[in-house]
């Protein structure tokens, strides 16, 4: 791979000279992100006839900003309203919206923007220097190691619900047999679908993020006239500039917190099939474990919008980096830029960076300048929109889920996932109301198919040997680093146990 | 909940999760029987791992109600009687606007919805639930079918809409 | 190039999205009286940028000149592609407005080992094919496999392991077949997808990879093709010249290649026969088409695989999978 500096300043020079377009896809790119039931795949589809028409220079810059806008409009409302939009930016509910409720919404968008946005910028810088090295660790992260990096994410299950282990571990394995719905994963034979068709492929996400996330939610917020409590509210309305710029401090005060967790989720998103849900989770639980103080974590804490938000933004160049490299797309939407990249006559794969370096390189180069573009748009807006908070309940709520329920229709166009997305709000609404964790629940629906998914398959590979899941070197460091994990909090909690008893004996 | 450990533990609302997880447990248990082992195991594991824990769950209970660390109550289902009847009714319109969906298509189902909540929840003056109503609708129709061109079925101000507009 | 635009689009264009970019072109192409009057839908029962998609893509954009119609698109895959045919089948009226694109040989396969809730021919039928294309065995630039030999003679030591996008697959018949012509263990192992299978054969999870020739072809040098199965190799050039299955090694396995071929509800042909006609003269005219031969080649369908089937055609091939799937059913199901 010859990469010249001549190519990188083109590029930069070719993307400046289409900012009206980048400004325009990321606006797109972020207003479907933020929208559950909308992403960057099905805009995508729905704009081949322009993508096709242009010249691949400028449909790759279109659909490379649209994609990198959609994972930074995530969290929008996952912080505003915990209302996930898309499976990357649920882990951003955890501690997004109590930051939201403690009038520090503004202060959280900016955390999630500019977190987003060193996330993004590092794993696209990363990966035009080492791309050739990054390619690479595919070829390590195979199903076995896939089932234990998942393993990370599940434990989650238990760190979340740790004021109420019980219930939060019942709704736990609820929500991973709920993942089992569906074909399996060897011989796609139907399993607990009511003998429905439209389980078979698995009960949909985003109507179990819909359902329990903001149809819930939206039933739990009318206990009070306001989503914000009482000094939240007087917060609020005191916002100003001050508030952003407080964000952008807290953001920088930890810098290489988004660094690390950035890089998290460039090496899940490189492994096919695993993305930005898988990445935030496990970044949010890498935070939660290196942190001094890990039982902040759920109570509104910069770190933990920090942490899933810059991971979700890392997974964007892992995703196309296998497209790229290999020729063998990673995600949906990757498998789209696909489609009109050949169309253009693009050779993908290894050829690619001999040919038509411009183009590999000017994927990560579109990255950055889109990046910093949103940079630009979004923060001015943290402002405006996090005032969408003020609005009273009553007339919230409506507003919630009618257009969410639009996004448990969009996707699949069944009005059956509409009935599902209530059925699952009801069950959210009792999850809520009698403490069972809906976060807990969603994880098992999310890593549950999953990790069966990559469990089945190492075990077949292997010939049914359960060895397997012990026989690579990289599979069994992090092995060693998943028990540590577990058991690193309790260690610590018992030292300190002891620190104080001999503070007190003494 | 930490700071109510002392108290008194209130239970029976907190039943529906577990019953409603062990019903479907034994459902899909039932549905992959005959299946193959690899089509089979991780949900054997799911549901057995479940069971036990609501085994648990309700081991604690019977001893917590046998020792009075439990109560039952229902309460914590709608809070008040006030607040669960508003939640309810929120639910129903919702339930009665996806019903509606099919006939009146999105647009009219959507005012008809956010019309009715506003009037009743908020206690909004007709007019001004209309008017809020009307264009959040139209703002939808114009943002999820025009532009995002969702499927939904279309209703009778979509079918004059495409005629008098003749798209 | 010619860009058409279905109404919709430019609406979205009038909307504000691309006002400049797209303002150009507002032909509504030639727009006969009576069928079509409004766009065809094509519903297509795997992911989205997928093998299918890419083809029918190429395929719709020549036919759309002759047809007078542009195509919409909707995807859903699952359970190896039955989600789709269900959906097709039930909620698609059968008004030859709607058609799906799919893979006569892995769709078959699955009908016949999967527990579906319709009917061939009496639910669904073909309009014709568009293509053919073989199955083939490869492995990733290292493998320590130079031929298919090599692969054989390893796999009477040990379980050789495949990927493969899906088990109701053509390829996984070849390999099993091979596998029991040569006492070769064979395992195949299904990855969901064939974007999945491949990068799991390149990055050595596995032995090799089964799967339909032309859905390799952009992997250059990554990947070393083994065999063929078919009686000859009709794209020598593009995979290292390697040999027919039954060449090899003197045995008698049937072809196993994929046709991407149109379907239209039975229903339709009884109900529309004007309708299906139009659509199948019209569908012919698009292989004379040398704007077809440059998009198909885009589209990364080799020239030589791209093959009119009619509706006979596909039917006779659709029967001889049945046959096949019946005999290897034990090794692609899960129901005991």
Redesign the interface.
């Known amino acids: 791979m010859n990469l010249s500096f001549a190519v990188l300043a083109d590029q930069f020079l070719l993307n400046f000279s289409y900012l009206w377009l980048i400004v325009l896809a990321t606006t797109i790119g972020i207003i479907i992100g933020a929208m559950p039931g909308f992403g960057s795949a099905n805009t995508i589809i729905m704009l081949l006839p322009f993508t096709l028409a242009v010249d691949i220079e400028v449909a790759m810059i279109f659909m490379v900003s649209l994609f990198v806008a959609s994972h930074m409009g995530g969290g929008i409302t996952s912080i505003l309203l915990n209302i996930p939009g898309n499976g990357g930016a649920a882990a951003t509910c955890l501690d997004g919206y109590p930051m939201a409720r403690k009038g520090l919404g503004q202060q959280a968008l900016v955390l999630s923007f500019v977190a987003s946005t060193v996330g993004g910028v590092v794993t696209a810088g990363l990966s035009i220097f080492l791309l050739p090295y990054i390619a690479r660790l595919a070829f390590y992260m195979h199903s076995v190691e896939m089932v234990v990096i998942l393993l990370f994410g599940i434990t989650l299950i238990a760190s979340v619900a740790s004021d109420n282990m019980l219930k939060g571990l019942i709704a736990g394995f609820l929500g991973l047999l709920i993942g089992a719905i569906g074909a399996d994963h060897i011989y796609s034979t139907p399993r607990g679908t009511f003998g429905m068709i439209e389980l078979y492929d698995g009960v949909p996400l985003i109507a179990v993020l819909i359902g329990v996330f903001a149809i819930s939610e939206a039933l739990k917020m009318m206990e009070n006239d306001s989503v914000l409590d009482e000094s939240g509210l007087e917060m609020m309305r005191k916002a100003s500039w001050k508030q952003t710029w407080e964000g952008v401090t807290m953001a920088f005060a930890r810098t290489w917190h988004m660094v690390w967790t950035s890089l998290v989720g460039l090496v899940i998103g490189i492994v096919p099939g695993a993305g930005a849900s898988i990445a935030a989770f496990v970044a949010y639980q890498q935070s939660r474990l290196f942190s001094k103080t890990p039982e902040k974590y759920g109570t509104g804490i910069p770190e933990g919008v920090i942490a899933p938000e810059s991971a979700n933004n890392g997974v964007t160049s892992g995703d196309l980096i296998p497209m790229l490299v290999i020729g063998v797309p990673g995600g949906t939407t990757a498998a789209v830029m696909m489609i009109v990249m050949t169309y253009h006559g693009v050779q993908l794969g290894p050829r690619l960076f001999i040919q038509n370096p411009g183009i590999g390189y000017g994927v990560f180069i579109t990255m950055l300048v889109a990046y910093a573009v949103m940079l630009f748009t979004t923060l001015p807006l943290t402002k405006y929109v996090s005032k969408l908070v003020l609005i009273p309940t009553p007339v919230l709520a409506p507003i919630i889920i009618a257009f969410t329920l639009v996004g448990a229709f969009a996707p699949r166009g069944y009005m059956f996932d509409l009935w599902l997305t209530l059925l699952f709000g009801a069950i959210g609404y009792l999850c809520r109301q009698t403490h069972f964790n809906v976060v807990a629940l969603l994880i098992g629906v999310i890593l549950g198919p999953l990790l069966e998914a990559n469990v089945m398959r190492a075990l077949r590979i292997s010939g049914n040997d359960p060895w397997v899941f012990f026989s690579s070197t990289v599979g069994n460091v992090l092995w060693v680093a998943l028990v540590l994990s577990l058991l690193l909090p309790s260690v610590v909690q018992w030292r300190r146990n002891r620190a104080a008893a001999r503070m007190a004996a003494a | 909940?930490?700071d109510q450990r002392d108290a008194r533990v209130a239970t029976g609302?907190?039943w529906?999760?577990?019953i409603?997880?062990a019903v479907?447990?034994t459902?899909?248990l039932i549905?992959?029987k005959?299946?193959?082992w690899?089509?089979k195991?991780?949900?054997v594991f799911?549901?057995v791992?479940?069971f036990l824990?609501?085994g648990?769950?309700a081991l604690?209970t019977v001893i917590g109600l046998a020792r009075g660390t439990h109560y039952v109550e229902w309460r914590?289902?709608?809070?008040s009687r006030k607040?669960g009847s508003?939640?309810a009714t929120?639910?129903l319109?919702?339930?009665a606007?996806?019903a509606a969906?099919?006939y009146a298509g999105?647009t009219l189902s959507?005012f008809g919805?956010?019309f009715l909540?506003?009037l009743v929840?908020?206690k909004?003056p007709a007019r001004r639930a209309a008017l809020?109503a009307g264009s959040?609708a139209l703002f939808?129709f114009?943002l999820?079918i025009?532009?995002?061109?969702?499927?939904?079925?279309q209703g009778p101000f979509e079918r004059l809409f495409f005629a008098l507009t003749g798209? | 190039m010619t860009l058409s635009l279905n109404r919709r689009h430019l609406l979205l264009a009038g909307a504000g999205a691309f006002a400049g970019s797209l303002a150009g072109p507002f032909s509504t192409g030639a727009r006969a009286a009576g069928y079509p009057d409004r766009p065809i839908q094509v519903l297509i029962p795997t992911g989205e940028g997928g093998g299918v998609d890419q083809a029918s893509r190429a395929f719709n954009r020549v036919w759309s000149k002759y047809i007078g119609q542009n195509f919409e698109y909707s995807y859903f895959p699952g359970a190896s592609g039955q989600v789709g045919y269900e959906v097709f089948v039930s909620k698609r009226e059968p008004n030859a407005y709607n058609i799906l694109v799919g893979n006569i040989g892995p769709e078959m396969i699955m009908y016949a080992t999967q527990k579906v809730n319709y009917k061939y021919p009496e639910d669904f039928t073909y309009l014709g094919s568009m293509d053919v294309d073989d199955s083939v065995i490869w492995v990733g630039a290292n493998s320590r496999f130079k031929t298919i030999q090599d692969m054989v003679e390893e796999g009477k030591k040990r379980e050789i392991t495949l990927s493969t996008s899906r088990l109701p697959h053509p390829s996984t018949i070849g390999a099993l077949a091979l596998a029991e012509a040569t006492g070769m263990k064979v395992r195949m192992i299904p990855y969901g997808g064939g974007g999945h299978a491949r990068s799991a054969a390149i990055t050595g999870e596995v032995d090799g990879c089964a799967t339909f020739l032309s859905s390799s072809l952009g992997l250059d040098g990554q990947a070393r093709f083994l065999t063929v199965f078919n009686s000859t190799n009709e794209a020598p050039e593009l995979t290292n010249d390697a040999p027919p299955v039954n060449k090899v090694f003197g045995t008698s396995i049937p072809p196993m290649s994929g046709q991407r071929a149109i379907v239209i509800h039975t229903k339709a042909a009884q109900e529309h026969p004007d309708r299906v006609k139009k659509l199948g003269e019209s569908m012919r005219q698009v292989f004379n088409d040398p704007e077809y031969k440059e998009l198909a080649e885009k589209a990364g369908t080799p020239w030589e695989f791209i093959r009119y089937g009619d509706a006979a055609a596909c039917d006779k091939s659709a029967r001889e999978y049945l046959a096949l799937a019946e005999r290897y059913r034990p090794l692609l199901t899960a129901s005991k």
């Open positions: 909940m930490k609302a907190d529906i999760i577990p409603l997880g479907f447990a459902y899909y549905s992959i005959d299946l193959d690899e089509a195991v991780s949900g799911c549901a791992v479940l824990l609501i648990i769950f604690r914590s289902l709608y809070e607040l508003v939640r929120l639910f319109l919702t339930v606007s996806v969906i099919p999105f959507t919805y956010l909540c506003f929840l908020q909004m809020i959040l939808g114009v999820f025009l532009i995002l061109r969702t499927a939904f079925p798209l």
